[in-house]
Nanobody, 120 residues
Framework: QLQASGGGLVQAGGSLRVSCVVSGIVFDKYGMAWFRQAPGGEREFVAAIQSKGWSTHYRDSVKGRFTISRDNARDTVYLQMNSLKPEDTAVYYC???????????????WGKGTQVTVSS
């Protein structure tokens, strides 16, 4: 089970951190990722982190603004979002994969989403 939390409403330029607590799998065997889906849009990759946290990957539009991290002692993955823009508004989903989770096709487990809304 992947349980995301921490979404909310924030003004443009603000910051927000979303978290995802994982249970039922051996957390440090899985790469973790965040995807997002805006209204009327397709689910898109945002950020991923390798199982031991040694490498991270980001979509171009969030590089330098978002940071993915994980705490393997707490079975939790985080997404720190800074300098938020209205186009970041979406439902954010955490995801787990035994492979590097940069595409939806390799995801083994999805969490329920958390809404992030950025007002202009």
């Amino acid at each position: 089970q992947l349980q995301a939390s921490g979404g909310g409403l924030v003004q443009a330029g603000g910051s927000l951190r979303v978290s995802c607590v994982v249970s039922g799998i051996v957390f440090d065997k899985y790469g973790m990722a965040w995807f997002r889906q805006a209204p009327g849009g397709e689910r898109e990759f945002v950020a991923a982190i390798q199982s031991k946290g040694w490498s991270t990957h980001y979509r171009d539009s969030v590089k330098g603004r978002f940071t993915i991290s994980r705490d393997n002692a707490r079975d939790t993955v985080y997404l720190q979002m800074n300098s938020l823009k209205p186009e970041d508004t979406a439902v954010y989903y955490c995801a787990a994969s035994t492979r590097l989770p940069t595409t939806a096709s390799v995801i083994n487990f999805w969490g329920k989403g958390t809404q992030v809304t950025v007002s202009s």
